[in-house]
Structure formats: structure tokens, C-alpha cells
């Protein structure tokens, strides 16, 4: 397997990575608006720099309780051609990790509800899941995503 340098956070004790090369930036302290009817796992929007942004609820997704809002970082993601704020506990690192402390994930763990999951990453004596973004979102959530996307940034 090919070396990657995922951006390292935890979400309720587990550490997760997304490739960096997908990530856009990482924001504190942004003001989540609540819209009501939204997609089940959208916490709510932000502003980012004039583009209405959809804050995608990890926690939630994988089954977890909200994380408090106060200790909250989200990471801002290009998945198939729209942003997403992602929200996590906290950004640990940023760091290289060998193709050879990378393993695919194993079979029994993955299905329809866990095909994010990209590889394992081993480091140290941890795990690390490291997501494939651009499945995070089921067929549903994504198209239910472009629709919400379009009506809060004006586009038809």
C-alpha cells in the first residue's frame, strides 16, 4: 500500500484519519445554525467565507452521542464536488504513516453502513480507522446532501 499523511482526530476515544489531500481546512469556534427538516445526520450550516456550508454529524453517523458543540473542531472535506464540514472532539495530528503500517479493513467489519471505511492504519500500539470520504454518505444522504446544498446556496 502506498504511504498517506492523514489529519488525525478523535471521535468518542477512537482515533479516525482522513487523507489531507482532501481536506480544505479546520475550523474552531464556527457558529452551527440548526435548519429544521434538514437530513437526518446535517447538524446544521456555517458560513464559510461566503459558502453556506453543510456541518455533517460524525457522532451521530457512527452511532455515538452529540459531542458537546464547545470541544468541537470541524473539518472542512471536498467529497464529490461540494464541501462538508465534518464535525470531531479534536484534531490531533497531522502525520505520515508507511504503507506498510496500512491493512485493509477486514471483512467482517465492512457492509453497507461501514463501506467508509478505507484501511486500518497501525501506529504505535493504536488502531487508526482511516475514512474514505467520498463514501461516507449513503446513495440517499448524498443525494439528499446536493438537494440541501443547492436550496441554501441559491442554486436551482
Known amino acids: 500500500m502506498e504511504n498517506i499523511k492523514p489529519v ?14 482532501l ?5 474552531r469556534d464556527q457558529k452551527i445554525v ?3 427538516n434538514s437530513p437526518e445526520n446535517i447538524k446544521g450550516i456555517i458560513n464559510m467565507r461566503g459558502i453556506i456550508v453543510p456541518v455533517y454529524n460524525l457522532a451521530r453517523k457512527f452511532g455515538f452521542e452529540d459531542i458537546d458543540q464547545k470541544d468541537s473542531q470541524l473539518i472542512i472535506t471536498r467529497m464529490n464536488d461540494m464541501y462538508l464540514a465534518v464535525e470531531v472532539e479534536g484534531v490531533q495530528e497531522i502525520f505520515d504513516i508507511s504503507g506498510a ?9 465492512l457492509g453497507s453502513k461501514t463501506s467508509y471505511i478505507k484501511e486500518v492504519a497501525k501506529v504505535k500500539d493504536e488502531l487508526i480507522i482511516i475514512i474514505d470520504i467520498d463514501k461516507l454518505l449513503s446513495e440517499d444522504e448524498q443525494k439528499d446532501m446536493e ?3 443547492n436550496e441554501h446556496n441559491g442554486i436551482e
Open 34 to 36: 440548526a435548519v429544521p
Open 101 to 109: 503500517s496500512l491493512s485493509e479493513a477486514p471483512k467482517i467489519v
Open 23 to 27: 481536506v480544505s481546512g479546520i475550523e
Open 147 to 149: 438537494e440541501f446544498v
Open 8 to 21: 488525525i482526530f478523535k471521535l468518542h476515544g477512537q482515533k479516525y484519519g482522513i487523507d489531507i489531500q
